[in-house]
């Protein structure tokens, strides 16, 4: 093996890399849409031959870097065209406004046709909260680095987007700025008590809710884009007061009275102290390092570390200029433990025993240390790079490919390993696992080239996009349109 190792070069690795990711591709209609979710054939597919709109962002990212900009384009007019416009009587079907969690090309009679699952085939029928949100993300990181417009200004998108926003700014029973959601509605698509306010749709909420007031058109959307504007400070400053975690905010916790009742009240969702790991948490936050809590709710705070959601949350510019040094600094200061053999860790620390057994509801695929259940994620190396490269760490980033680079073709790129450090390729980890695989070179282009951040933070956008959404009439789309 260490021969092997010693021949491959940082070159060959990414060419290998690349074929992998060409092998991947969905075609439709002899055009690409996207990327099965894995190419290997050693085990049964399941539904990893479909594409799934979260795991395509990284590929679709990579392709928009690349300038093959058609096939995302493709993905986003079909995934819209899978969208329910219309209202439905039918309680088990999906809802207006919802993009599926996945698609996969049919054919009958030599036609073809896309058939999506919006989770109502999934295991566990979950629902994909995140797909609207990413989709809306991904429309907005294709303009950015086409600057072209003429997309997001068509008829059908501005439908598209405001259907998704129609759902998200719903009025609902509870009074929170953030999006109330069941268990595994994300990344994480099992139960793992991330029901109610999960940090990962909070944050994809709040960028999406950021693409969508750039890219709405005004003229007929005035309702929504004043929606938006009401709710986005209030969601941000709701993020960044009561998920917030550091030593002095849990010294302050530590410290709450309960049971207060009325405007008064400083404890807001009665947190009980015997709720929280103090003890572990006083010995594990370093002196500078902060990050936002996993969950926020009726006295529950979930203290475990979610790395996609803090990793967003500095990207898009939800966490604080201070937050976002904080949280990187925690990553580097607890190192072994968040990103340790592998980078990194999906969520940190893993639930165990009597926990474990409850909240995951003894599902053996998520032991702990094992797949969501504090399991390593290859492809989140490339959330990782972004942020270390924004709160200008890079060496953070340089670190974390260098350790990948020296296993993942090696191992067949899985999709997850499991321990405390990452070193077992996971369980049931397929092989072959296009995000990863993506998320990889993502990171590297990255590196090579820091400009490629534009198409996935929101506070250097130019301001007169804004503007000239809202000047923008309906009628007149102008498909040459650039920034
Ligand atoms: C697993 C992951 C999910 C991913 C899917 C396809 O279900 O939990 O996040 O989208 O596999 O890769």
């Not at 070193?423 to 490629?452: H, P």
Request: glycine share 6%; with cysteine.
């Amino acid at each position: 093996m260490q021969k092997v190792n010693e021949l491959l070069t940082e070159e060959s690795i990414e060419a290998s890399a690349w074929e992998a990711i060409e092998k991947s591709i969905i075609y439709y209609k002899g055009r690409p849409v996207g990327t099965v979710a894995a190419y290997d054939v050693s085990v049964e597919a399941l539904n990893y031959d479909q594409c799934f709109v979260r795991d395509f962002v990284s590929s679709a990212l990579l392709f928009l870097i690349k300038g093959r900009t058609e096939i995302v384009r493709n993905f986003l007019e079909e995934t819209l065209k899978l969208q329910p416009k219309e209202r439905q009587l039918d309680a088990y079907k999906p809802g207006r406004g919802l993009i599926p969690a996945s698609f996969k090309v049919v054919s009958d009679n030599g036609e073809e046709y896309l058939e999506a699952d919006f989770g109502e085939h999934a295991i566990a029928r979950v629902t994909p909260v995140d797909s609207c949100l990413w989709w809306i993300i991904l429309l907005h990181s294709y303009v950015v680095a086409t600057k072209d417009f003429s997309l997001a200004y068509q008829p059908e998108f501005q439908t598209g987007i405001r259907l998704i926003m129609e759902i998200c700014l719903a009025n609902r029973f509870d009074m929170y700025p953030t999006l109330l959601v069941p268990d595994g509605a994300c990344m994480i698509d099992r139960r793992l008590g991330i029901y109610g306010h999960p940090l990962e749709l909070q944050v994809l909420f709040y960028a999406a809710l950021r693409a969508a007031r750039e890219m709405l058109i005004c003229q007929g959307n005035q309702d929504v884009v004043e929606a938006i504007d009401n709710r986005l400070p209030l969601l941000c400053a709701h993020i960044r007061q009561h998920y917030w975690i550091d030593i002095n905010r849990l010294n302050a916790i530590y410290r709450f009275k309960s049971e207060e009742y009325g405007k008064t009240a400083v404890n807001l969702f009665n947190i009980y102290v015997d709720s929280i790991p103090y003890y572990e948490l006083d010995k594990w936050l370093p002196k500078k390092g902060g990050y936002l809590a996993g969950n926020v709710g009726p006295s529950q705070l979930d203290t475990r570390f979610f790395a996609l959601g803090n990793l967003m949350a500095v990207i898009s510019d939800l966490a604080t200029e201070e937050q976002a040094q904080s949280i990187m600094s925690l990553i580097e200061e607890r190192w072994e433990d968040l990103v340790g053999d592998m980078p990194m860790k999906i969520c940190y620390p893993a639930l165990e025993d009597e926990e474990y057994r409850i909240v995951t509801g003894c599902d053996p695929k998520n032991i702990p240390w094992s797949y969501h259940n504090a399991g390593s994620w290859p492809v989140l190396m490339w959330m990782l790079t972004a942020a270390a490269i924004k709160t200008n760490k890079p060496y953070l980033a340089s670190k974390a490919i260098e350790i990948a680079q020296a296993r993942l073709l090696e191992d067949e790129w899985p999709e997850y390993y499991d321990g405390k450090k990452g070193r077992l390729i996971g369980k049931q980890s397929r092989k072959y696992q296009t995000w990863t695989i993506a998320g990889f070179l993502l990171a590297k282009e990255l590196m090579k080239d820091q400009s490629y951040l534009s198409l996935v933070r929101f506070d250097q956008l130019p301001s007169e996009l804004v503007s000239r959404a809202c000047e923008f009439e309906i009628n007149s789309v102008d498909t040459s349109i650039s920034i």
